[in-house]
């Protein structure tokens, strides 16, 4: 357990659904990252918070996915009207930045969406 | 605009054999660099992380170096196992975002 938590961790939607994931960081984490990931892929980079500000969001992403992180605590994963090949593994990661280590990060397990 | 690449994508050798996998950077403006390992459906674990200020860092079985000024890391695996068998990813944080290359899946023979 890395102390990052992802829910759900399998959802199955019909196309056209709109389905949101939750990450849950290590608390005295400030930085947040998703990322999507499918087979044989490594993580690909989606968007990240640092406290409760978006500083960066990937132009793989569509309209349809939106992240917020509104406290700065935890943060959801939007996907709207959902298409086939937003099928993948959602993972979230958390890290603090500091100076001296720059970013460490800890992932969840990731959330796993099928549509069908 | 960092790139990742690991080489090999994908190793099979027997229990007991020492092997080296490797990661190369494009932007050595980083922090540090972390590995990971991945079993099949599930997150990253992170393994190791060097300080951009060593040269290596161990864990058991596990070595990794890196190399800013060259754009590489490599982690050795000594004495592999059934159980080393998974996916390792490397990751090279700047001050922002953190990209990962494809990996390297290892399958270790009994």
């Known amino acids: 357990d890395t102390g990052v938590s992802q829910d759900p961790r399998h959802k199955i939607t019909k196309r056209g659904q709109n389905v949101t994931f939750r990450c849950d960081p290590i608390?005295?984490?400030?930085?947040l990252y998703w990322y999507r990931q499918t087979l044989g892929q490594g993580p690909e980079f989606l968007t990240y918070?640092?406290?409760?500000?978006?500083?960066?969001k990937s132009r793989l992403l569509s309209d349809r996915f939106s992240a917020e992180r509104p406290k700065g605590s935890f943060s959801t994963l939007e996907i709207q009207r959902t298409e086939q090949g937003d099928s993948a593994m959602y993972l979230c990661?958390?890290?603090?930045?500091?100076?001296?280590?720059?970013?460490?990060?800890?992932f969840g397990e990731g959330s796993w969406l099928t549509v069908v | 605009k960092q790139e990742v690449t690991q080489i090999p994508a994908a190793l099979s050798v027997p229990e007991g054999e020492n092997l080296v996998l490797n990661c190369s950077f494009t932007?050595?403006?980083?922090?540090?660099l972390q590995w990971f390992r991945q079993d099949p459906g599930k997150g990253l674990t992170s393994l190791l992380l060097?300080?951009?200020?060593?040269r290596e860092q161990t864990s058991g079985r596990l070595n990794a170096s890196l190399d800013k000024s060259s754009g590489r890391s490599t982690l050795y695996i000594a004495a592999s196992q059934p159980g080393d068998s998974a996916t390792y990813l490397c990751?090279?944080?700047?001050?922002?975002?953190?990209?990962f290359g494809k990996g390297t899946r290892l399958h270790i023979l009994p």
């Open positions: 918070f640092q406290n409760e500000a978006q500083l960066e």
């Open positions: 990751a090279p944080p700047g001050d922002d975002k953190i990209i």
């Open positions: 608390s005295e984490h400030n930085r």
């Open positions: 932007d050595s403006a980083i922090y540090n």
């Open positions: 060097i300080q951009s200020s060593q």
């Open positions: 990661a958390s890290g603090s930045r500091q100076a001296s280590s720059g970013n460490t990060i800890y």
